[in-house]
Every structure is written in structure tokens, then in C-alpha cells.
């Protein structure tokens, strides 16, 4: 059963009545019910009494769970907002590096190709394989432009 609309119209100090009227009621069946007016209703009294009670106890209990649980998604929506700003520092961040690699991979590779295409023309008439080609080609391989240009590593 769901109570948590009954919660959200009652003020609370309206709860606290309930309980209080409980008490209060078999307090005075129990104590007073000596009294000839109030024997003769005693049974009802304690019956309205006791369900004052129980509903008081058991709105009580709902309301502070409701408490808690609004408490609980608070937390979370904090943490969630948290999250959310690392995660698009962390996105930002890869992108960066991406757009960096892509233009060092595209620079080496421009670079290996003009290297190429510049030993090339000293080569072709031959058809020769000197070393410096393949040195260039095992460099495209691994885009490793430092062994390019005198490096004789």
C-alpha cells in the first residue's frame, strides 16, 4: 500500500496528533475506565484508540522512509552530477588525444612518403634495391621517422 500521497497532504504534526490521541485514549480506558460514563464506552475507546495508534506508528515509520529514500536520491543525484562533469572532462580529454595522434600519424606519414618518393628517383634507373629503400620501407612499416635521413641505426 502505497501512503506516500497521504504523507505528502498530512503535516506531520498532524502524525504526531494521531499517535498522541492513541495514547491518550487508552490511557484513559485503561486508567479511568472506572469511571460509569466512561466504562460503558470503554471497549469502543480502546478499539479508536488502538487504530489512532497503529496508523500514527505506521505513517511515522512511512514518513521517515520517505525521508530517508529523498535523502538517498539526493546523494546519488550529487553523485551522478560528479560523474557526469568528470566523465566529459575524461571525453574531452580523449579527443584531444585523438585529433593529436592522428595528426603525428598523418605527419609521419608524410614524411615517410617524401622521404620515399625522394630516393625513388635515385634508385629507378637501376632497379636496384639499396639499403636505404628498404630502411625506408621497414620505417613506413613502423612509422618510425627517426631512422629516416642518416640515421644508420
Known sequence: ?????LIALLPHFVITLLIAAGVVGLLVASFVGKVTFIKQYNLPIKI??????VCGIYLQGAAGYKASTDKAVADLQVKLAKAEAKSAKTNTEIVEKIVTDTRVIRE???TV??????EIVKYDENCKLPVEVIRAHNAAATLDTGKLDGDKK
Open 48 to 53: 479508536v484508540s488502538l487504530v489512532l495508534l
Open 1 to 5: 500500500m502505497n501512503v506516500f500521497w
Open 113 to 118: 612518403t617524401q622521404y620515399v618518393d625522394r
Open 108 to 110: 609521419r606519414g608524410n
